[in-house]
């Protein structure tokens, strides 16, 4: 899955789970490269993701992939 596969690598994790937190004591991303994620999704899906609409209320790996497969 398109999803998982760039959240592995941007994330730099062998493995991910839903219940992960995206940053600190989760996944620990980086404000860049959890940017370099999105704009990967953007150009992989054709998405056009809103980065206002990612706020602090998206807490975790499964959260995120919720709010994304909404849109």
């Known amino acids: 899955m398109t999803f998982d596969r760039l959240l592995r690598k941007y994330a730099k994790a062998a493995e991910v789970r839903d219940s992960d937190p995206l940053f600190a004591e989760g996944l620990d991303f980086s404000s860049i ?3 370099e ?3 990967a ?9 809103d980065p ?3 706020d602090h209320s998206i807490r ?3 959260q995120l992939y919720d709010h994304l497969s909404r849109m």
């Open 37 to 39: 994620f999105v704009m």
């Open 52 to 54: 206002d609409e990612l």
């Open 60 to 62: 975790t790996v499964g």
């Open 41 to 49: 999704i953007e150009d992989e899906t054709g998405l056009d993701i």
């Open 33 to 35: 490269g959890f940017t």
